[in-house]
């Protein structure tokens, strides 16, 4: 029999683990389970503390519970489970912490079709209209736009004295893969695009799972909707050419060449400009031959959208520009355009001579380095201090970029100088002032200590 005294330790301990849960404290919560405390602790209201947590739509907390030993799947008074409750509640960010290791092999066909059901319920209906039948509530919901999680947001809904998130398409993806059920293409992308929304949970989720399955039937399916009339389900045929990418390293079904094929055909029939310029932003991650002829027959594009695309169809792994790609950057810097002219200053570079110093690209430069625009400035002075230009004409520019009210600008000037190995390095590091912290991985801030290991060796 266990003795008074370790029975209130223990009692002491899921009070205490209770409390951090409802704190919010992930980090004392794992400490609490780490010495001892029950996972499935109840909480005032008789419920287990994962219970509370999904409430709260607190991930932190709900995983350190999980990884700790929580049960999802437990019976709760009123028939649900915490998992049931956490696909209520709508939100993916949570269901797929709650869902735990294995769900396939832990949860039985009638387990995991309830969850499917309440999931597909709830997108079907509508959160506002699901969240009227259970209070009986009239008027309008209440909604606000929250992030589910780091890089995505989602519909948060309140009506009746209940909240939810109208995540439940991405829940119903996200599930149906746990399960290795492969839903239609189709049925896929239309959840991806309700609403039409890139950041969205139900686009992210869509797009994730379509990208995980490599067959070449789904490609094939995925990419037909770049025929589709309505612009938002062709945005998400290139979204989910761009996250394939990241799978292409350990893909062994890799589609790049047709890819790139489909991409540059795509270019020259595409007549939404809000699409085109995806269209090329996309294009442009891969290699094809025909990159500088897609790039020149849109230079002239009524679209700035569409033309601050063009000069990364010149950028190459060769790094040489043509001169038809010259003369078409030289007309690009008189954009009226800002971004168009900051995509301009990287993509010159090549194109810049140290032996030539007045040549018509580095005269380009050195006037948008003084450009209106502070962003300009600031990428013309990229370009420069990535050159072998040592010339007095560009160690000027970097010079009067000290003069600046803004910090990054007379950074990037000392650095050009440093680059240079220019005499007033320490004194142009010295007008830039303290960095502080959010600096650690800025080459930038590095530089006046490079300067000094290169031209002051005696000081290291």
Known sequence: MESPGHGSHVESLDDRLVSAAQAGDADAVRALL???SDPNAAGRNGLPVLCSAVAAYDTEVAEALVEGGADPDRALPDGTTPLLRAVDLGSPAMVTTVLGPQPLLRLSPAEREGLLAAARNWYETGAAE???????AF?????LLVQDNENNHIDQVSLGGLTVRAGHGAVLTELEWAFRILAPVEELVARGVRPPDENHVNWSASRFVL???RSKETWSAVVAFRHHPLPDHRLFVLSYLRIRLLFESSNRHSYAK?????LAAWAAEETDSAVLAQVLSTYNTYEH???EAVGL???DHPDPRVRREVPDCFITNDAVLTDAATTTLLTLARDPDAAVRCAVCEAIGPAVDPIAPFSEARQALLALIRDTDPDVRACAAATLSRSDDRTPAVADAFMALLDEDDRLLRLAGAYGLARQDDPRTEEAYERVG??????????????LWRWRRRNKPEQH
């Open 34 to 36: 780490e010495e001892g």
């Open 130 to 136: 699901e969240l009227r039948r259970r209070t009986g």
């Open 139 to 143: 008027g309008p919901a209440e909604t």
């Open 211 to 213: 990208a995980l399955r």
């Open 258 to 262: 047709a890819e790139s094929q489909l």
């Open 289 to 291: 031959p025909d990159q």
């Open 297 to 299: 027959r849109y230079a």
């Open 434 to 447: 303290p960095l502080g912290p959010g600096f650690e991985h800025d080459d930038r801030a590095d530089g």
